[in-house]
C-alpha cells in the first residue's frame, strides 16, 4: 500500500491519492496547467502526486521551497533525467551538466555573457531586428496583415542565437538545418517523456535511431563551423560566443576545452537560448495586442527619452525602464521555462519536514507566478507590478523566470536585451491588434509555447 496517501503527519506534504492521480492521467496529460491548479488550490502550495499514475513526484509552487531547492540548499539537488535525458541528443553542456564539471564549465563561459560583451553583440541583435521589421514592412505594404507570431518570433530568436554563437558568416541552408534539426529532436525527445509506453515502438520503428542520426548531423555541422573558425583564426577577429568558447583557459590548467566539450556547450547554447526567447517574444506581442494602452505607453516612453526615431543602442536601453516592466510582467504570466525539475541527492529537511533520498521535485513556476496569495489579481496583466518602488513589491521568490541560485540562467542578460530591443523596434513601426478568435491557450511542453496559428495583426505606423 502507498502509506503517502493516508500518512500524511509522517509524510512531508499532502498527496493527492494515487487513485485519483491514475484517474486523471489523460486529463493531466491533456492540460497540465489545469489540473495542478486545481491540485495546489485543493491541498496547498507543496503536493505529492504520481506522474501518469507511476511516478511520485512533488509539484510546489512555494517560494521558500524554491529557494531552498535552488539556492539556500542546492548541493543537494541535482537536475533529473528529464533533463539528463537531452544529453543523448544535445550533449553535456552547462544546461545538463553537473557537480563540479559544471561548476568549472560555467566559470569558464562565464565571462562571455558579461556586460561588454553583450554590448557587442547588441549589433547583430539589432540588425536581426531590423530584418524582421523589413520583413513586416513588406507584408504590410497593401494593408494590416495577419502573421503567425510563434512561428516568426522562431525564426528571429534562432538567427539570433546562431549569430551570436557563431558570427554572421553563417549561411542561411545551414542555419536552417541546424534550426530544423533542433526542433525535430525536441518535438522527439518530449514525446518520450509524455508518452513512455510508446519507447518500444519507437525502437522498432526506428525512431530512435532516426533522432540519434539527427543529432550526429548537428554534431558534424557544428565541428565543421568549428573546425574553419579555427583554421581561419589568424585572419580576421571575431566577437562571438564561439570565439569566446575557443579564447577561453581553465584556471588551473591554463588549456582550453577539447573540441567535443567545446561542440557541446555551442549546441547547449542554441538549444537554451533559442525557444524560451522565441515564447517570450511571441507573448510578449500577444500581451501588447491585447492591451493598446500598454503599447501607446512603450512608445510615449520612447518618444520622452528622445528614441522615437531611432534604433536605441545598449547604453540607451535602461533609460527605456517601461518596457522593460512590460517584458518582466510578460514573463510572470507566460513564463517560458514554466517548470524547473530537480532530485535529492540525500536526505534533506525543509521546515522540519523529512524529504527523502531520491524525491523528485518540480518546480511550478506558471503556478507560483499566478499565486493569489503572492500577487494581486494575479492574471491581470500590469507591467507596473515591476515598477521600482511598486507596492506590493515582487515577492522574494515568487518570481523565477530564469531561475534562481547558481544554476540561474547564464543567458538572461542576453534575452532581455534581444527581447527589449526587438520590442522597441517593432512598436517604433507598427501597431499591433488581437482579432476576436486568435488562439491563446498555453501549450506546455519543455517551454511554455503559444499554441499554433497565433495569429496578430500587424499594421504601419504612419
Ligand atoms: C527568455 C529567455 C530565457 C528564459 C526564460 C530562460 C530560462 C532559463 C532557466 C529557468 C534556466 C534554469 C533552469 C534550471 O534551473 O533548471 C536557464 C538555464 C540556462 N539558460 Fe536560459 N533562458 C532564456 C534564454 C537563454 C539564452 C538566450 C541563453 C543563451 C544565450 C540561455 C542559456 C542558458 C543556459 C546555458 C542555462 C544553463 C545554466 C547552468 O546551469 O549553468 N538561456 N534558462
Not at 20 to 39: E, Q
Not at 89 to 108: F, H, K, M, S, V
Not at 328 to 339: G, K
Request: hydrophobic content about 40%; glycine content about 6%; proline content about 8%.
Amino acid at each position: 500500500m502507498d502509506t503517502r496517501t493516508t500518512d500524511t503527519a509522517a509524510e512531508p506534504f499532502p498527496w493527492v491519492p494515487r487513485w485519483r492521480t491514475l484517474l486523471s492521467s489523460v486529463a493531466m496529460a491533456r492540460d497540465p496547467i489545469g489540473n495542478l491548479d486545481r491540485a495546489h488550490a485543493g491541498r496547498g502550495d507543496t503536493v505529492g502526486m504520481h506522474l501518469g499514475g507511476i511516478r511520485p513526484i512533488i509539484m510546489t509552487r512555494d517560494p521558500a521551497l524554491a529557494q531552498h531547492i535552488l539556492q539556500k540548499n542546492h548541493r543537494c539537488y541535482l537536475k533529473s533525467d528529464l533533463t539528463h535525458g537531452l544529453i543523448r541528443y544535445i550533449g553535456r553542456g552547462l544546461l545538463t551538466n553537473e557537480g563540479a564539471d559544471w561548476l568549472r564549465q560555467r566559470r569558464l563561459i562565464q565571462p562571455g555573457f558579461h556586460r561588454q560583451r553583450l554590448a557587442g553583440l547588441t549589433r547583430l541583435m539589432q540588425a536581426a531586428a531590423e530584418e524582421w521589421t523589413q520583413e513586416l514592412r513588406q507584408r504590410t505594404a497593401a494593408g494590416p496583415a495577419l502573421v503567425d507570431i510563434h512561428e516568426a518570433m522562431t525564426r528571429v530568436a534562432f538567427r539570433i542565437i546562431a549569430q551570436a554563437t557563431f558570427g554572421t558568416s553563417m549561411g542561411d541552408t545551414e542555419r536552417e538545418r541546424l534550426s530544423t534539426i533542433l526542433t525535430q529532436i525536441q518535438a522527439f525527445y518530449v514525446r518520450t517523456i509524455r508518452q513512455p509506453y510508446l519507447r518500444p515502438w519507437w525502437h522498432l520503428t526506428g525512431s530512435y535511431r532516426y533522432h540519434d542520426a539527427l543529432s550526429q548531423e548537428l554534431r558534424e555541422l557544428v565541428r565543421g563551423y568549428i573546425r574553419r573558425r579555427r583554421a581561419a583564426s589568424n585572419s580576421q577577429p571575431h566577437d562571438d560566443l564561439l570565439q569566446m568558447l575557443l579564447d577561453a583557459r581553465y584556471e588551473d590548467t591554463g588549456e582550453p576545452m577539447t573540441e567535443d566539450r567545446l561542440l557541446d556547450e555551442a549546441n547547449i547554447l542554441l538549444l537554451a537560448g533559442h525557444e524560451t526567447s522565441a515564447n517570450a517574444l511571441s507573448w510578449l506581442f500577444y500581451l501588447l495586442a491585447a492591451h493598446p494602452e500598454a503599447a501607446a505607453k512603450v512608445r510615449a516612453e520612447l518618444q520622452s527619452a528622445g528614441l522615437a526615431n531611432r534604433p536605441p543602442v545598449f547604453d540607451e536601453l535602461p533609460r527605456l525602464p517601461y518596457s522593460l516592466q512590460v517584458i518582466q510582467e510578460t514573463m510572470r504570466l507566460y513564463p517560458p521555462a514554466w517548470i524547473l525539475d530537480r532530485v535529492a541527492l540525500e536526505e534533506d529537511e525543509f521546515q522540519g519536514q523529512r524529504i527523502p533520498k531520491g524525491t523528485l521535485f518540480s518546480i511550478y513556476l506558471y503556478g507560483m507566478h499566478r499565486h493569489p496569495q503572492l500577487w494581486a489579481e494575479p492574471d491581470e496583466f500590469r507591467p507596473g507590478r515591476f515598477a521600482p518602488h511598486a507596492q506590493p513589491p515582487v515577492p522574494a521568490y515568487g518570481y523565477l523566470p530564469f531561475g534562481a541560485g547558481p544554476r540561474m540562467c547564464i543567458g538572461n542578460h542576453f534575452a532581455l536585451t534581444e527581447i527589449q530591443l526587438m520590442l522597441v523596434e517593432t512598436l517604433r513601426h507598427f501597431s499591433i491588434e488581437l482579432p476576436p478568435d486568435t488562439a491563446s491557450v498555453p501549450v506546455p511542453l519543455i517551454t511554455l509555447r503559444p499554441p499554433h496559428g497565433m495569429l496578430l495583426r500587424f499594421q504601419q505606423i504612419q
